[in-house]
């Protein structure tokens, strides 16, 4: 029996296709995103040919009100806020090596390299969404996190308000670096469809012969 010539074209059309869009572009995920705090946002962000700008940059002030809003974050870009430094909103927060940082807090007062628990802290409470986690979800005894968003066209509101401010101790350092445009998803089965489209052509093909 021959080959079917057109089930070996198909094959090669939809390997050429893959080809053509894997050799477009390099692309990164960057997971951890949103945590289904806001509604339709994605879970994850890809990005084509990721780069790395700085677009602000700002310290977090904790011994005061604060009130920061960020330069722009474009539509359909994808953004790091990177958060480092820690800071204690209350009496005894210092001891022990015990104040919190941006994503872990401690536990009755102890080193917080030796006993943390993952916290919502103010800091990562931005336009009022709290909840969010960094990415990678670990605990970094630099204390350093990176939270991936995606831009909406405004800025980011940092707020922070307490009562009493004059127990509080520390601060956190913020920066926000643009990463580069965010890859549209996919519709479902989208080259599953072309290639059950050519292989049904060809089946067609030859029944008629």
């Known amino acids: ?9 198909a094959a090669l059309f939809l390997i050429s296709i893959g080809l053509v869009v894997k050799g477009q572009s390099q692309t990164f995920t960057y997971d951890n995103c949103n945590y289904g705090l806001i509604a339709n946002e994605p879970q994850s962000l890809t990005v084509n040919n990721p780069y790395s ?49 941006a994503a872990y807090c401690f536990v009755n007062w102890q080193d917080l390299d030796l006993v943390h628990i993952p916290a919502p802290v103010t800091v990562t409470a931005w336009d ?3 909840g969010r986690r960094p990415s990678p979800d670990v605990y970094s005894t630099a ?12 800025g980011l509101a940092f707020s922070f308000r307490d009562n009493p401010y004059y127990d509080n101790i520390g601060g956190f350092q913020v920066s926000v670096t643009e990463l ?6 996919p ?13 049904n052509a060809a089946f067609l093909r030859r029944r008629q012969r």
């Open 187 to 199: 519709e479902p089965g989208f080259f599953a469809i072309i290639g059950l489209g050519l292989v």
């Open 180 to 185: 580069g445009a965010v890859v549209p998803v």
């Open 128 to 130: 009022g969404i709290d």
């Open 143 to 154: 204390h350093v996190y990176d939270y991936y968003v995606e831009g909406h066209d405004a």
């Open 1 to 9: 029996m021959k080959p079917n010539i057109f089930l070996k074209s």
């Open 53 to 101: 700008t700085l677009v602000d940059q700002f310290n977090y002030i904790v011994t005061g009100p604060f009130d920061y809003t960020t330069a722009t974050l474009k539509q359909g870009f994808a953004y790091d806020i990177r958060i480092s430094g820690r800071a204690g909103y209350g009496p005894l927060d210092g001891m022990n090596n015990s104040t919190p940082d």
